[in-house]
């Protein structure tokens, strides 16, 4: 009794966190239809019961004067139907599964005779919208978890919607944190990225400075994901891209878990071309990256009160050799005769000397003070070690680089269902982060010449 109490003042403290979002977008379906008798006049007063068979939760209403009735606000899952009237038998509509925005019409024809005797109707199959012009798709919890995702991106899976490119490549590995560092950003029916919303159970879930994605849940924490690309309902019409639709999972009856874990290493993967051209040949960079987690559900009260509660931590490890362009040693005295040995020469002039020519390049003066320092210290600005890949200064240096990072995520969702007529939901997504790299020194010195600037990045 005492933990019931806990959850259900978690579940009131979840709700009243998101009092200020309970106008947002909905998540739910409805179940719609008419019932009529063999003559195919209407009955009214019928009981009309959506039952979902992984909760047990009843959702019932009765017809209208017009034979009419309407189940709407219901969370997704799998339902059977039940239809019954005095006189008439009871139909049962199989189950079948209830997607996010959909509306489900069952016409049922009732058969006169008594109500201790069940008629299932013919089995329910692949229900057709046909008065919803939204264009898009959905993808399943079965299909999300069957996905190849490169770094459970969860986002990559709207790329397999009509209409909808990846503008910017793909990578051989993905951004642990937060999809504004994803590759896969859909451009959707010729949109940019920027113009796509996403939502998670109905909140909004993109970040303010791009309008790209703020928070990129688990695959393994998914119910249900739509895709809505053209003609969206009014409270999702407010963007030019695509809609993103998620909705977390919820818990049933049955306690279920799973665990899983992935791991990927670049004694896994080929060199890459530019590591091929770079003269001497670079390795393969270390790298690895480990993400691993699991999700658990359940009842707290039978028919009652529900959690679902999820965790993926990520682990990035990656070193090796990097490289950047430094300062020739030449061209640390002012000496840049380099730029007139190229297919196209380059001439620098002295703009303080009536722009007269450099004689072949050479007593070039460098006036930048923190240029000076760092020429006068290779330790902290170090000198070229490799052959410049543009013959002048390019990748002309190699060193050691590392970097690390950790991402740990979680969501909780509570679902309490009081009364027939009432449901309470809540959840809580979080995610913490820490990296650690090696920083680069940017370095920018100033010839004083025609307008010619050079711009030096390097690291130690």
């Avoid at 009243?16 to 106008?23: F, R, Y």
């Avoid at 005295?333 to 002295?350: E, M, N, R």
């Avoid at 722009?355 to 923190?370: E, H, L, M």
């Avoid at 269902?417 to 650690?436: H, N, W």
Wanted: glycine share 10%.
């Amino acid at each position: 009794m005492k933990l019931l109490r806990y959850f259900q003042s978690v579940t009131l403290l979840l709700t009243l966190m998101a009092v200020s979002a309970a106008v947002g977008q909905t998540v739910t379906g409805t179940i719609t239809g008419e019932v009529t008798d063999p003559s195919g006049a209407v009955v009214s007063g019928a009981q009309v019961v959506a039952h979902n068979t992984s909760t047990g939760v009843d959702s019932p209403t009765t017809t209208n004067a017009d034979g009419f009735y309407r189940i709407q606000s219901l969370p997704i899952g799998r339902y059977e139907v039940t239809v019954q009237a005095p006189g008439f038998d009871k139909e049962t509509i199989p189950a079948f599964s209830l997607e996010v925005l959909q509306t489900a019409n069952f016409n049922v024809k009732l058969k006169v005779g008594t109500a201790s005797t069940t008629l299932n109707v013919s089995a329910a199959s692949p229900i057709l919208d046909t008065s919803n012009a939204t264009l898009g798709a959905t993808l399943t919890a079965n299909t999300i978890k069957n996905f190849p995702l490169n770094g459970l991106d969860f986002s990559a899976l709207t790329l397999y919607t009509p209409g909808a490119i990846d503008t910017a490549g793909t990578s051989g590995t993905t951004s642990i944190e937060r999809s504004t560092y994803f590759t896969d950003t859909p451009n959707m029916n010729g949109n940019r990225a920027q113009a796509n919303n996403y939502t998670l159970d109905g909140i909004d879930m993109n970040e303010t400075f791009n309008n790209l994605i703020s928070y990129s849940p688990a695959p393994q924490s998914l119910q249900e994901m739509k895709v809505m690309t053209a003609n969206a309902p009014a409270d999702y019409g407010n963007v030019n891209g695509g809609d993103v639709i998620s909705v977390l999972k919820s818990g049933t009856n049955q306690f279920h878990g799973t665990a899983y874990g992935y791991l990927q290493d670049y004694r896994f993967n080929a060199n890459s071309w530019t590591n091929n051209q770079a003269r001497p040949i670079l390795p393969i960079n270390p790298f690895s990256q480990a993400q691993f987690g699991g999700a658990f559900g359940g009842p707290i009260k039978r028919n009652r009160l529900f959690f679902f509660v999820d965790y993926l931590g990520s682990r990035y490890h990656t070193g090796g050799t990097g490289s950047a362009s430094v300062f020739s040693s030449a061209m640390r005295s002012g000496d840049f005769s380099t730029l007139l040995s190229q297919a196209k020469p380059i001439q620098l002039y002295d703009s303080e000397n009536g722009f007269a020519p450099y004689a072949g390049d050479k007593g070039i003066p460098v006036v930048n003070s923190v240029a000076k320092f760092f020429f006068a210290n290779p330790n902290f600005y170090p000198l070229p070690n490799a052959v410049p890949t543009d013959g002048i200064v390019n990748n002309n240096f190699q060193g050691p680089t590392r970097s690390y990072k950790a991402n740990n995520q979680g969501d909780t969702k509570i679902e309490y269902d009081p009364r027939a007529s009432d449901k309470i939901t809540g959840f809580y997504s979080g995610v913490a982060t820490l990296e650690r790299r090696l920083t680069h020194i940017d370095l920018t010195v100033y010839a004083r010449s025609n307008g010619f600037l050079w711009e030096l990045k390097g690291g130690i």
